[in-house]
């Protein structure tokens, strides 16, 4: 049974800087965007749908039996995409949490989509998302892979304190990668979008810095799989390896 106080949105748009045109890019005879869309579907979590500026991206899902909603072309994050596709699927404020799941995450499993809701039992969480433990020292080191800083709160949760590109924390212990893949309350997500951007987001590169320094809570789940993004060719071929053999 699909819970209606769940929204799944996916932002989608062609203009991406590294692979232009990536979410109909074909991976085992699909286009990315029905592989992501698939698998949130699966999940079975909530309403799902597609937020994108593009016609051709709309009309793919549309297609393979998705929902899609157009949106503005001219949003500066995924974040504010999702929150007008928010307004204009739920006008009448139904929709409790709003899940925000990237175009680009092909690869992520149906368990990754589910975990990610659980901090939300607690309502001093405004936003939740997702983290697995760092085993390489390529990942522990590559600034594209983002480390959630956080202090555990038992079993597989942390409360997040800081996130950043850099190698951190300093010294022995387990390091988490950050996996982008966010649940928001409808208030935080509306309170985000709100703020301008802040100092350490600009500096870090990192929107979710936006909310911890405004004094928003971000909780994080531990899983043991991390996505597989594509932002590159060589990403995308990754991606087709991993999903002709499943």
Do not use: C
């Not at 892979?145 to 996130?163: E, H, P």
């Not at 909780?219 to 995308?236: E, K, Q, S, W």
């Amino acid at each position: 049974m699909i819970d209606p106080r769940i929204l799944v949105l996916i932002p989608a748009r062609m203009a991406a800087t590294r692979l232009p045109g990536k979410p109909l890019a074909d991976i085992a005879g699909l286009p990315m965007i029905v592989h992501v869309l698939r698998r949130a579907e699966a999940a079975g979590i909530g309403r799902v749908a597609v937020a994108t500026d593009t016609d051709e991206i709309a009309s793919v899902v549309a297609a393979h039996g998705g929902e899609a909603v157009m949106t503005r072309p001219d949003h500066p994050s995924g974040s504010d995409r999702i929150h007008e596709a928010m307004q204009k699927l739920d006008p009448d404020g139904k929709a409790e949490i709003v899940v925000n799941l990237q175009g680009d995450f092909p690869t992520i499993t149906i368990e990754n989509i589910r975990e990610v809701l659980p901090p939300l039992r607690d309502p001093a969480v405004d936003i939740a998302t997702l983290a697995s433990q760092i085993h390489t020292e390529e990942e522990d080191l590559a600034p594209s892979v983002v480390k959630a800083i956080g202090t555990s709160l038992g079993g597989r949760r942390m409360r997040a304190l800081y996130f950043t590109r850099a190698t951190a924390p300093t010294g022995d212990g387990p390091r988490y990668h950050h996996i982008g893949l966010y649940a928001y309350r409808r208030a935080a997500l509306e309170r985000y979008v709100s703020l301008p951007p802040s100092p350490l987001e600009l500096q870090e590169k990192l929107e979710q810095l936006r909310a911890l320094e405004a004094g928003m809570r971000i909780d994080f789940t531990i899983v043991d799989t991390v996505p597989r993004g594509v932002d590159t060719p060589a990403d995308l071929e990754t991606a087709r390896s991993i999903l002709s053999k499943s």
